[in-house]
C-alpha cells in the first residue's frame, strides 16, 4: 500500500497552471500533523531534486527556480499537501513526487510519482 498518492499532473502549455495533490494514506495520517512534507521533481538521466517543502508549522521553503510560480500549502485535517504551479515552463516537465518525513523519527515516504508535461 503506498503511503502516499500524488494526482493532477498532465500536459499544459507554456504559461499555463496545474495543481498538484497528495493524499496521505491511512497507515501514515496519524503522524501526518508532525511531517515535513516536500514536492520533488526528476527527469530521465538527472537526480530527484527538491522544488518546495513547508513544515509542521506551515512555513513554505522553494527553490529559486520555481519561487514567484509555484505555491506549496498542506491541509492537515484532510492530510494533503498541494503545489500549485502558475507560468510554467517547458523546463518544469518531469517527474513530480510527494514527500513526507520526520528525522526525529527516521521516516521518509515517497508516491509514486505524477508526470508534468509543459509544451506546447
Known amino acids: 500500500q503506498a503511503q502516499l498518492v500524488e494526482s493532477g499532473g498532465g500536459l499544459v502549455q507554456p504559461g499555463g497552471s496545474l495543481r498538484l495533490s497528495c493524499a496521505a494514506s491511512?497507515?501514515?495520517?496519524?503522524?501526518?500533523?508532525?511531517?515535513?512534507m516536500g514536492w520533488y521533481r526528476q527527469v530521465p538521466g538527472k537526480e530527484r531534486e527538491l522544488v518546495a517543502s513547508i513544515d509542521s508549522g506551515g512555513n513554505p521553503n522553494y527553490v529559486d527556480a520555481v519561487k514567484g510560480r509555484f505555491t506549496i500549502s498542506r491541509d492537515n485535517a484532510k492530510t494533503m499537501v498541494y503545489l500549485q504551479m502558475n507560468s510554467l515552463k517547458p523546463e518544469d516537465t518531469a517527474v513530480y513526487y510527494c514527500?513526507?518525513?520526520?528525522?526525529?523519527?527516521?521516516?521518509?515516504?515517497w508516491g509514486q510519482g505524477t508526470q508534468v508535461t509543459v509544451s506546447s
Open positions: 491511512e497507515s501514515i495520517s496519524s503522524l501526518y500533523i508532525i511531517y515535513e
Open positions: 514527500n513526507a518525513k520526520d528525522s526525529v523519527l527516521s521516516v521518509t515516504y
